[in-house]
């Protein structure tokens, strides 16, 4: 009786850990704006790309306690860094939405830029060994057109 209540138990805890979700935060929206506010994907040279994301809990992770998260944000033209934004903040699986504004230099390159998000457990020297990614990156584009 009593081995077959571990391996109950066993097969029951292996289940949870499948069904966990690969990271327990997702980022669930990403969408670039002028500095009005108002949706926009193309620029121009001298504007502001207000870049917003929107980060919660993966519907399948239960979260014991609160985890802290560094979000960071990078612009890209080809393989130069053009823009970086960084917040540092706590959640619990609750939506939290960040925006913050990256300059477009009158002197930048015309043509599409990348825009990277990243949520990390937080810096490298901070975290060592232990560091590791808190959600899949996700991307979108721009262009500046004149």
Partial sequence: MKKATV????????LLALAQA?????ITRLETKDFEGVPKTSFRRGEIVVIETT?????????????EYLE?????YGNSMMG?????TETSGEA????????IRY??????YTIEVYVWNGFPSEMGDQWAPLAARRTTTITVTG
Avoid: C, H, N
């Fill in 7 to 14: 391996v109950f138990s066993l097969t029951i805890l292996a």
């Fill in 22 to 26: 690969p990271y327990p935060l997702q």
């Fill in 55 to 67: 980060i919660e809990g993966a519907p399948t992770y239960y979260f014991i306690t609160p985890i």
């Fill in 72 to 76: 960071i944000i990078t612009m890209w």
């Fill in 84 to 88: 970086l934004l960084l917040t540092r």
């Fill in 96 to 103: 939290k939405t960040f925006g913050g504004g990256v300059g």
């Fill in 107 to 112: 002197t930048d390159p015309l043509g599409q």
